[in-house]
């Protein structure tokens, strides 16, 4: 803050806040009744200490929290939970199971004054936004990212007052939000943190602060595989990693092993069953209606020159957690990728150019009521008037099969997306303009400047298939992120109730839940970054 008005700002901002946390918590809720009553924890004076870190009313989330809390608090841990009164059913869950509890904004109302009689200097462009660090800590990719998920962008223009007032507004919250991690872990000392999310403003902080005062930090996330969770260990070698990612140390000890042709069989065997059948993205419901199609259909649909080679440019969504994971080779992120790639791709007439546009916009689109046209379209509308002539879109309401396109096209085109780690299986080069996940393990097109990458799109048609090595290289990773990594669990089922994603608990005593012990023995005893699900 650096004028009198941004302070009186703030001092607003707080008002509403803690209003907005008052009127939520009183509404009335429909508790986790078979949670609360089975899985009540235990008080436990150890020196083991486990912070769940849960800013979330998801169902979902934290009904695999406070499981995760009990089958801690069995190996010997005291719990407490990060939360908001705001968050209601999430926080009459955790005191029903008992444990500590730490509201988010009692530490906000204790630490705000830090800020409030702080001057800082506010950055005047997104760049500097991305960068801003306050006590060792960068808070400013955590702000970028929310913001751009706030108005649905992918660039930031600090020059748009509404956009700068909201960077203001959430760049000083985040700031308190540092200083209250730093005094929650000062006063908790936990010795493991846990969190499904930890990227944008208000997790943020605390994954930043815990990585660099040494606290052992570990994500959890979902994947295509339904009622199947992936575990990742954060240090501070590793923090621009993707939570499915394979580290450095899995993947060396993979490719020393000797080539087993029963991996391309599992592998083409997850494939199937997770894009033919239909066994995948039931989270969020991304492939259920979709239809095969051939090449032949796909070159009538969309008008193409059937004696052209076929490249397509898988989109990420623009707005959706995009500065977290690897590094960019456009320092603007995926929207000045996006657009960049469109102008190399409208020079070279010698392919058949497709846009396919994210599936998960549809499903963000509906569960979030947005009523805007796809970024990616708006951007096209904004930089160019009209998508080149050369280049066409499948939308997500074409609702065509990825699979089908994996067994024809002859190119893609991705930052950092999944289909890196698919298409090469099926031979077919895929160029990154981005670190991570996968780059550097021998079977993607990387480049090293934007420069590189943008003459490769230019010239494309000359990029040969892959080798039987690269696709030996390309089945392995795709084996360890699609079967080893993820952890299935048969302790809970993934049901929807409407929009509100949630858990069925299918065990009835803590003495069961094998899969729940198999993690928490790996999150306490191990010091690997990845959790490998070996048989």
């Known amino acids: 803050m650096v004028s009198i008005i941004n302070k009186l700002n703030f001092l607003l901002d707080l008002f509403l806040l803690f209003v907005a946390e008052f009127l939520e918590f009183i509404k009335c809720n429909k508790e986790n009744l078979n949670i609360m009553k089975s899985f009540k924890l235990e008080n436990k004076k150890t020196t083991k200490r486990l912070l769940i870190v849960s800013l979330t009313d998801n ?17 010997g841990y005291q719990v407490y939970f990060l939360t908001n009164p705001r968050n209601r059913n999430a926080t009459r869950t955790f005191l029903g199971v008992g444990g500590n509890m730490i509201y988010h904004i009692n530490l906000y109302l204790k630490n705000f004054a830090k800020v409030f009689f702080t001057t800082v200097a506010f950055p005047k462009n997104g760049e500097e936004l991305k960068h801003f660090t306050y ?14 998920r706030r108005f649905k962008v992918g660039l930031l223009d600090l020059s748009d007052r509404k956009i700068r007032k909201d960077v203001e507004k959430f760049l000083s919250r985040s700031i308190v939000y540092l200083e209250s991690a730093r005094e929650m872990i000062t006063k908790i000392k936990p010795d493991l943190i846990i969190t499904n999310e930890k990227g944008y403003a208000s997790t943020s902080e605390i994954f930043g602060l815990a990585v660099k005062e040494g606290v052992d930090f570990i994500q959890w996330v979902g994947c295509p595989e339904p009622n199947a969770l992936v ?20 993947w060396n000890k993979s490719i020393r092993e000797s080539w087993d042709e029963h991996i391309r069989m599992d592998v083409d065997k997850i494939f199937e069953d997770g894009y033919i059948g239909g066994k995948w993205f039931n989270y969020n419901r991304l492939e259920n209606k979709t239809a095969r199609i051939t090449r032949e259909e796909l070159v009538k649909k969309y008008g193409l020159d059937p004696n052209k080679k076929i490249a397509v440019l898988f989109a990420h969504v623009m707005w959706d957690a995009n ?109 990154t303009a981005g670190t991570g996940r996968y780059s550097g393990k021998g079977f993607t097109n990387d480049s090293k400047t934007k420069e590189e990458y943008l003459n490769k799109l230019t010239h ?19 084996y360890l992120f699609f079967k080893v990594r993820p952890l299935p669990f048969s302790s809970f089922k993934e049901i929807w109730r409407g929009k509100q994603q949630d858990a069925e608990l299918m065990i009835q005593d803590v003495g069961e839940g094998d899969d729940f012990k198999k993690f928490v023995n790996w999150a306490d005893k191990s010091v690997e970054e990845d959790f490998l699900n070996r048989i």
């Open 135 to 148: 006590h060792g800590v960068n808070l400013g990719i955590g702000v970028y990212a929310l913001v751009c």
């Open 323 to 431: 500065l977290f994971y690897g590094s960019d080779l456009f320092e603007k992120g995926f929207e000045e990728w996006y657009i960049e790639s469109i102008k190399a791709m409208a020079q070279n007439d010698n392919v058949n150019w497709l846009i396919k546009i994210h599936p998960a916009n549809r499903f963000k689109h509906k569960m979030e009521n947005i009523k805007v046209v796809y970024r990616e379209i708006s951007a096209v509308e904004e930089t160019f008037g009209f998508l080149p002539k050369n280049i066409k879109f499948i939308y997500p309401e074409d609702e065509i099969n990825p699979y089908s396109l994996f067994q024809f096209i002859d190119y893609g085109i991705t930052v950092r997306g999944t289909v890196g780690s698919e298409l090469p299986c099926f031979g077919v080069p895929v160029l």
């Open 460 to 478: 494309i048609e000359t990029i040969a298939p892959l080798s039987e090595r690269e696709r030996q290289l390309a089945y392995m990773h795709a």
């Open 231 to 250: 575990f990742k260990r954060y240090k501070k070698n590793n923090t621009k990693d993707h939570p499915h990612s394979i580290s450095e140390t899995t």
């Open 59 to 75: 169902y979902f989330i934290f009904s695999i929290e406070s499981l995760f809390a009990k089958y801690f608090n069995l190996a």
